[in-house]
């Protein structure tokens, strides 16, 4: 059973620090990995994707891939109130499949 | 540009009540899932679908039934409501998963309460 896991949170970050999502995955064949945000009532979006080992930028939100460690994070810099949400780890599950993790809760304080 | 449109929105159903959702795409993806989200939870697959006539169960199926008889269309339906399928269903659909840009398009969801 190949699973995606994430700490529930609340996790919360005063505005303008650094807010650090982990997820751990069991397969040590996965090759790609999803960060999606959802707001409250709203469907997922994805904000990153990453496949190699290392670090990706996109703006304020960087990727980070360890396959060895079976880990992938993500970092908000600079956050801000409207980066509340629940953000979804995902790795892929089976054929064209994806497996989410339950997903952490981020507030954003000011 | 449509994307990924479910119906209803929201619904209310008493126990032992059937209904379907519907799901309906544009973008001519062979894939097309249902997922459901119980509060503070993440997204369990119920069924998935890699093409017109073919479908298959995904982690939660017991309950729910799927049809695809064409690209654009995969509804979900609910035979015998039951308390525990009090959700918030989610439609998507796929090109490919190991499309950088989108791997999945998701529908704004159903809000479903049974009662």
């Known amino acids: 059973q190949k699973e995606v896991e994430q700490n529930s949170g609340p996790l919360s970050v005063p505005e303008g620090a650094i807010a650090s999502l982990n997820c751990t995955y069991s397969d040590r064949g996965s090759q790609s990995f999803f960060w999606y945000r959802q707001y409250s009532g709203k469907s997922p979006e994805l904000i990153m994707s990453i496949y190699s080992n290392g670090d990706k930028e996109d703006g304020r939100f960087t990727a980070q891939l360890n396959k060895a460690s079976q880990y992938v994070s993500l970092l908000i810099r600079d956050s801000q109130p409207s980066d509340s949400a629940t953000y979804l780890c995902?790795?892929?599950?089976?054929?064209?499949?994806?497996?989410f993790g339950a997903g952490t809760r981020l507030a954003v304080h000011p | 540009n449509a994307g990924v449109t479910q119906t209803p929105k929201f619904r209310i159903l008493k126990i032992g009540q059937s209904m379907t959702l519907q799901c309906t795409q544009d973008?001519?993806?062979?894939?097309m899932y249902w997922y459901r989200q119980d509060p503070g939870m993440g997204l369990k697959l119920i069924y998935y679908s890699v093409g017109a006539g073919i479908t298959d169960k995904g982690e939660v199926p017991n309950g729910y039934n799927v049809s695809r008889s064409t690209t654009e269309d995969f509804p979900l339906r609910l035979e015998l409501a039951a308390p525990s399928q009090t959700s918030v269903y989610f439609c998507?659909?796929?090109?490919?998963?190991?499309?950088?840009?989108?791997?999945?398009?998701f529908g704004d969801g159903t809000r479903l309460s049974i009662l």
């Open positions: 998507a659909s796929s090109y490919s998963i190991f499309d950088r840009d989108q791997p999945q398009h």
């Open positions: 973008m001519n993806h062979n894939y």
């Open positions: 995902a790795a892929p599950g089976g054929y064209n499949k994806l497996i």
